[in-house]
């Protein structure tokens, strides 16, 4: 079986997003899902600056072990598919090629 690809990475709002899913369930918890994701971006518009900064560090930090994760993905996919990914096996990144991933597909 070929290898999994790696999670994507978590926006710095999904991150916050998931530390404040149960206050916001507990808060409204009669609003559907939409509401409450509308509620939830209200909220994250109302952060101060030093909190959305310290949710961009994790988002940065959580891409950057995305980009690692894809790195070793791409790797190992290039040994399932006996080195056949092209853009990989041209010096040129694959990372963001939508051609690559279809060559993965």
């Known amino acids: 079986a070929p ?3 790696p999670k994507k990475a978590a ?7 998931k530390k404040m899913h149960k206050q916001i369930k507990a808060m409204y918890p009669d609003a559907d899902k939409a509401q409450k994701v509308a509620y939830l971006k ?3 518009r109302s952060l ?8 961009q560090e994790h ?3 959580d891409r950057q072990r995305y980009d690692r994760e ?5 790797k190992a996919m290039e040994s399932y598919a006996g080195g056949a990914l092209p853009l990989a096996a041209e010096g040129g990144s ?3 090629s939508s ?3 279809r060559a993965v597909l």
Not at 48 to 55: A, G, I, N, Q
Not at 70 to 74: A, F, S, T
């Open 59 to 61: 988002e940065a930090k």
């Open 42 to 44: 209200e909220m994250w």
């Open 94 to 96: 694959a990372k963001r």
């Open 99 to 101: 051609d690559a991933k």
């Open 70 to 74: 894809y790195d070793e993905y791409l």
């Open 3 to 5: 290898p999994e690809p």
């Open 11 to 17: 926006s710095a709002l999904k991150l916050f997003g």
């Open 48 to 55: 101060p600056p030093e909190e959305v900064e310290h949710y």
